[in-house]
Every structure is written in C-alpha cells, then in structure tokens.
C-alpha cells in the first residue's frame, strides 16, 4: 500500500498551480490561481506575483492562508479526485538573500528567470516579488490510492 506523505509529495511535485485563499479585510476569504515551486522538509510552497495584488495586500495584513493543488487532469465527475490541501503561513520574502528560493522556482518555471532574476529584485526593477507559504497542515484526499478512506492528514516538516 502506498505511504500517504509520499503520495502528497507526488502530487505536490507533479502539480502545476495551486489555488491559494488569503482573507480580505472584512475577514471574507478570496481565492487565487497562482504557478508554484515546492520544497520538502521543510515543508514550503513560493510563488511570485505583483504585490499590489489583492492576495498579496491580505497576506502582508494577515499572513494566514489555505490553498489546495489538484492531482488529475479533469475528465468527468465520476472521475476518482487526487489532491491536496493545506494551511499555513504565506510572507513577502526580502528582495536579497533568497537566491534558493529564486532558484528552485526559476529551475521549476524557467521562463520566470527574467522576472524575478536576483539583480532586478535587489535594485527594484522587478515587478514580482518572491513570497513562501510555510505548511503547517496537509491533508491527502485520494479517492484512487485511499479508497476506505480518502482524507489522509498529514504532519507538515516545519
């Protein structure tokens, strides 16, 4: 039987973009789709954006975020559903000191390299800023591998 953290590695891994919802001002949650990179142990998601953008304004006045990351490509309803989803904490990282952040998202998206390449960051002229979710909570929901019992919580490595 497959071991479930390393089927919700899989599937992080194996991922292209998670859906991330931040809280709003009045406390209302707003969600967005956003291109990600991982890291394991510890356990962090990065992804870059404007920061003018509305997920951004909320996680700098509430750090707290949910997301989740589909695991099939959508076919039809009675398809099994793979996924994850988690909780945690999302910051803007600084603009120097974060070149294993950028790299493993760059290596991840290489087309991003311009927009988040190290010089630019550092002297302004980058339009998208680097920003880490730490995970403290995962949950696996597999229907395929976990079929008795698809929701499988998981401990983050913080």
Not at 15 to 32: E, F, I
Not at 70 to 88: K, M, Y
Request: aromatic share 8%.
């Amino acid at each position: 039987m497959a071991e479930p953290r390393d089927v919700l590695e899989e599937y992080v891994a194996t991922g292209k973009a998670l859906q991330l919802a931040t809280l709003s001002p009045d406390g209302a949650p707003a969600v967005c789709n956003l291109w990600y990179a991982y890291q394991f142990r510890p356990d962090r998601l990065w992804f870059i954006s404007r920061p003018a953008r509305e997920h951004c304004e909320n996680l700098r006045r509430d750090p707290r975020v949910a997301g989740a990351v589909l695991a099939i490509e959508l076919v039809d309803p009675g398809h099994p559903v793979r996924g994850v989803s988690f909780t945690g904490r999302a910051a803007q990282l600084p603009a120097t000191g974060i070149d294993e952040q950028i790299s493993v998202y760059a290596g991840r998206w290489p087309s991003t390299s311009r927009a988040i390449d190290a010089h630019r960051l550092a002297s302004g002229d980058a339009h998208h800023l680097v920003y880490e979710i730490t995970v403290e909570r995962w949950i696996l929901y597999d229907e395929q591998n976990f079929r008795e019992q698809p929701r499988q919580p998981i401990a983050a490595h913080p």
